[in-house]
């Protein structure tokens, strides 16, 4: 980042100067070198391909294809190799493999560009659902998450109110390394799966329900008032969120 | 009921004002015959007391123990025998005994003057709190269950977030008549109580909690959202109403 | 239910092992025996069907008539003779009559395959609006109750604003058994009721209204904080839940 | 008022100068004579004495006994013979007696100085309340309503919830001129009220209640929902502009 | 009223029972006469029509222009000569035309059958709007107070931003009997007009505006909240209630 | 205006009268001439147009083609020559066109008629987004902006999330006399410029974002928390209002 | 600020390395150089007080008159001449007296040490308020604008229902620079000032009011709707932040 | 667990019932055997001091000294070794230093029994803070944290207002294996921590704030909006959690 160089970088560079290796304006041209590139409207983020190798993500919803298409040009064009790009449907994904190929998740309304990474989590995240329409978002967080390179498992449809379909699943619970728990209504699998597991449970509430579901803002309170420890609450309906956290943790 | 005499009452009427039984001016007093009696800062109902032979209630929050001990005057006179009355602090009914021997329970916050119905409900409440917090407003539903004639069970502390609790407690849910779940936080206890349990489950939402729990409003959305099916909600803190309404179903 | 077999059954599991009537492998095989079937987007509960005997429900919304007609396939492979299925339109259950027999109500959007159950219930469930735009959401609740087996007195259009014709039918109002009264706007009907009857009465707050009635919240809240003993609530719209609730309570 | 001049009043100022009646220095200084008095904390409005013979009314919460004995200087002071105080505690209103004698209503928590006005109202204002506790905000509006020379009928302790206390007054409702209904929890004594009478009916929620009345905001959204019509709403626990507003409706 | 027959009639009844004039089966019938007629979707009531001689009001949302005009039968079958239907497009209007001849008012989405009731109104009620967006509302306050008898000014467009746009219509504002104060946004308009006024203001929020304005619950909190003494509010977008009370309020 | 006019106005009127320069009623009609003309939807303010030379702004939402021409025309009849007219789609702006030349801005929605005022600001003022979809809102403030005649500088896509980006813009950041700071979801945006910032930050909350987002309440709430002083809010997606306001600060 | 020292001095330093005038090591330490001190319990911010000379403000409220001692300490050992201390009780104040000399105003709740700033403002910034009990957030606002260099006038008690006492300071309205509009309640005083004034006007809600005012939502909700361009809003009771941001302006 | 024994301990019970090394009623028992003991007002779990080895937790708010003494007995009683209990104010700490040697810290107000744990986390915790207040959440969050065997980096009082104090410490930032960003306010902290870290953060709102903060909400809101990937969030206040969760996370 060229704002905030760190500084070991800074010294780097005032050594070179010092050191007659790099001139002045050559060095200021150093600290300013964008790792963005300034797109009619957005400024797409170039440093994750550059430093650290995974996968850049685009966030689709509200944007063309034609938008969409453009902002992938310029990050292959800087060598990204590996691009998911999450909230489109599937025409804007018809059109998208007009131009770039793209494999299309049509559940998770998900596509990625380029190979999935390599498995390299340590363990394995459990994503399960209270019901049959929290899969949807559901699948945003596990295509995510195995496209980060984490190895997937799904419990679907194990609502708190049949619990011995989610006890039966005991043995995936409690051997996951972190578990997804996503739930509408009132959202009371987080808590339950929180105190049957000892990993981190990440709560995605949703919008599924009706009249005081209030478009899942009683299963967000709900879940961030588990009466379990491990929970933590990402926003209603973000499956991408939880996926790339899930990910982030079990790579620890 | 004065203004709406049912239509039997008045055919029994008429028939005897025609018949000269009764004159007019008669018919029409005993129409209006007050079932209640006004006193200053209060109407007190007495035909529970006359028509029903079952306890009557006083909500004491609010009310100083000598307008409670004058409103019981009132009923005693009228020929109540038995009188519960709720939210009351310990020096309110001490101060009551003075003058109207009641019997008081400290953690439920209720008195009650007179014996307790006979146990007549045909099968046992259930009453379970998530926590330990939440047992006030749980006795105050207890309480008030066996005080209208009912047999009940106490299962305190079986929150979701230590499933093995609860579920130790299972013969007791499974042959409950009618299950009280009282749960702060996140409420998650009606609904694993509702889908164990094949009768009807009554929610209390409390104010226990922090934060997001919001006094008691996460729990009841949370428990008004509940995925299983039986399940109903009375308004936060509100032991007396629970307990009453189990007796009623109870008494069926 | 496999993971929490009560402790009566894993007697029975126990003694049969010990007395060599049953092999350790098929004990282990007895317990695991799944009381549901997974299918591609759900787990299909089927206890009911074979346990109880009583009519298995499918919660329509957001399932297209292809999948429903899948869930059905389960459950009658499976010997279940009765489903109830709720909040599916006109057109949906049309479909559905191509695959399976059903009997569709056009008002309560809920079709049934089978016979209703014979009726069984001990008293008379009232279901109640306030107006007409609540007929729809009486009317789940109508139908479902009738389904499992309970006679229904419908008086709808009795709000409280015109009092005389709610107080009309109040011998209907004080012989029912159970009441379930519908009410959007400021849901007043729950408390007028809940003050004349002498059994329990289930409130549904409906989002009919405009305003500040804000999709049934205030109708939500007011029942919530109903001065009438004997009144719990269900979800806004909630017809299903009340209809299945009163049955439960009429059942007893 | 001097900043808006009304225009028959800009003419006969006008024709005055021109008729050389008035110089124009003395016009202007007639424009800009303040109706109201400029004290350090607070600008005591004045016209209201001078123009209408109506009483004043000094709004007493947050302010202390000197401060209003200060504000009631300044009105006597300019000939005002009737000053109502409202939201004053008893020492308060001692100490205020010491500087000008006040007639204190301890319910209602009002003062007020001078005569209360003739009764000049038209017909009745009947003030009701759902319950015991609503009482204070009813004596609010009663007392305000007498002083600005009303005629009142208190009917109160007639919650919907025992419907038969409310049609014993149905004489009274029926034949009032306008009506306060004055209720916290649910509310629904406005319209109740509201579908009995003819005349227009003032609701006043109070923050009575506990849980889901939320200080008093079920009772309003409740009551702004009233299915009835010709009810209209004030703020919660505002008695006075309640009692304040009947009395200009019954002026009429 | 069947159910709640007042005393005077109840014992003017008992009087012709005992002098023989009625037998007791007829008098029970008369009382149980009844004042509604009940079709299939709703009950409607007649007792105005027959009794009060004032317009009958049909609340045309949800309904149909067959349902309306069926009410409408029903009504004009039982001799009322005035129907005032609220809530109504064009379309339905048309529709409607074609069975009993209405008069449509395309702003207030209003339409009326059989003539207008001469103007009996003391004074005049003047309908004042913020903005041109909150004209429709208005119309149906301005055109239900017309049907009522009253007459009614029209100032719209006189929002607080533009304060001598106001001020210039301030001798109507000082001459008007009510006032109905109709704006969304800020609502503003109500306190100010309710500070230059000597009448009651209702005040009519409307779900004008965007972001904060939430549909209406801002102006709705803020006229709620109005510093101005007299002021009382209705729900949000609700002309018609605006309109009938004014003009009960103007009959005075 | 004439409501109000100011005091030296009426001095100067009254000398005239007296000096006999004036007669009464040409000095009353004086003062009655109205600022405004009133058309059949819509008062027409035209003393900006006469008074004060600056462009006059009418808010297109909800409004027809044909309305927005005729208020231009009454505008243009009376000497206006730059209207500014907000939030309209390009149908409509292609419709205006036919009558009344405009240039129209797609992104901003914004059209106008007549030239931009010339730069007059001060300084710049700079308009900033935290993503792409908050460009819109942007636009029309900068829009705005631009045609009461002030320099802008557009950076767009700097939210907080990659500070590098924003950062990168420091300098931009910390010449600017006035910055509008537009985000949606969480608005952190708003509170990092302003501590960034040495000139006041107008911060505008964006509907952008889902789920607990809550159509841009979380982002209000957020920057009116701001930790930073000099930062103040406007309502949600308010544009216009950002853009008119900023000007104002730089004109002084 | 070290972390993103601005390219400017980035450039100056890498000169300085370049031309042998500064070492490496030297450099890097001039960087890093912190422009805060960090004690206990918080960072102590200098930079302010080294390049602007402007006065330093610290947030008093939850601070001991201890910690505020220690925190000014600091600034004054650092050359700190003016700081500016809030939210603090008289109590604090007379504390904080005895180790720094402070002037208290104790209606604003604010200390000052060290001299008031020259008045170097533009123009004159007006507060105005609603009512009486504004008046402590109204003097906070204008003592912080004093203090730092702004000349203030003060309109108090000038509520929108008392129109005439707000429109006998148009002159003070018209002439202001900026105005500071402070009310709570209904909060339409923003607005109708909003509409007189042609400077920028900073909106403060307040927690004044009761019942529907919600701690000051109402107030803020409106002012955010304020139909009149060039106001603003922050937070509830933040006099502090209106009376700097009104000096930023007026610096202009 | 009883009610949910693992399949293969069931399977190895089974196998011992059928060798005859198990009689049925001691396996029964077996499975019957509860980790948990109930005491009078709570059910005390043992099974994690029994199992695995970690420290036991107990809420204290809410709780007397008495309580809090008995748990702990009946956890030493077992074996525990570690009690960590939170909530507990100093004074309630020194009175169960006379039973159980505690250890209190007064800033978290936490106590521990027994010794902290080994460090025995692969990372570093950071735990920041955006203003003064809230680091008692902040300190609740650590002490847990290191308590159970974590290193913990404190970096307080850095706001984004005040950027340069945050990106001083862009190295711990980076470095870090989780981190807690612990803000009232408008929570900004964490999505700039969020954005600029690459590893899980674990977001804490706090009700620190007045006005528009509502108690946290705010802050609550903001940070589940979070436009940087990897942040979840846990109740206001709740820095047990977030210290029990990063503990976790940094466990893996």
Redesign the interface.
């Known amino acids: 980042?060229?704002?905030?160089v760190?500084?070991t970088e800074?010294?780097e560079?005032?050594?070179a100067?010092?050191d007659?290796k790099v001139?002045?304006d050559d060095?200021?041209l150093k600290?300013?070198l964008?790792?963005?590139e300034d797109i009619d409207?957005?400024?797409v983020?170039l440093?994750r391909a550059v430093r650290?190798g995974v996968p850049e993500?685009v966030y689709g919803?509200?944007?063309t294809a034609g938008q969409i298409a453009r902002i992938m040009d310029v990050m292959i064009g800087n060598g990204q190799e590996q691009i998911l790009i999450t909230r489109i449907d599937s025409d804007c994904a018809d059109e998208l493999n007009k131009v770039h190929k793209v494999t299309y998740s049509r559940w998770a309304r998900v596509a990625y560009y380029g190979k999935k990474a390599e498995i390299h989590g340590?363990?394995k995240i459990l994503v399960a659902t209270?019901?049959?329409?929290d899969?949807p978002v559901a699948e945003e967080a596990a295509v995510t998450a195995e496209y980060f390179g984490n190895e997937v498992v799904r419990v679907?449809?194990?609502?708190?109110?049949?619990?011995?379909?989610?006890?039966?699943h005991?043995?995936d619970i409690?051997s996951a390394?972190v578990i997804i728990a996503v739930a509408g209504?009132?959202?009371?699998l987080a808590?339950?799966i929180?105190?049957?597991a000892?990993?981190?449970v990440?709560a995605v509430?949703t919008?599924?329900?009706?009249?005081?579901?209030?478009?899942?803002?009683?299963?967000?309170?709900?879940?961030?008032?588990?009466?379990?420890?491990?929970?933590?609450?990402?926003?209603?309906?973000?499956g991408?969120?939880?996926g790339?956290?899930a990910g982030?943790?079990?790579r620890?």
């Open positions: 980042m060229q704002g905030m760190m500084k800074i010294k560079i005032l050594e100067v010092r007659g001139s002045v060095a200021l600290i300013k964008q790792p963005y409207f957005a400024k983020d440093h650290q993500v919803a509200g944007k340590v363990g209270g019901g049959t329409s899969i679907y449809d194990v609502g708190v109110a049949g619990l011995h379909r989610l006890l039966d005991l043995e409690m390394s209504m009132e959202g009371a808590s339950v929180g105190g049957l000892d990993c981190p990440i509430p919008s599924v329900g009706y009249g005081a579901a209030f478009e899942g803002l009683t299963a967000l309170l709900s879940m961030l008032n588990s009466c379990a420890a491990g929970v933590s609450v990402v926003n209603i309906d973000n991408f969120g939880a790339y956290l982030m943790i079990n620890r």
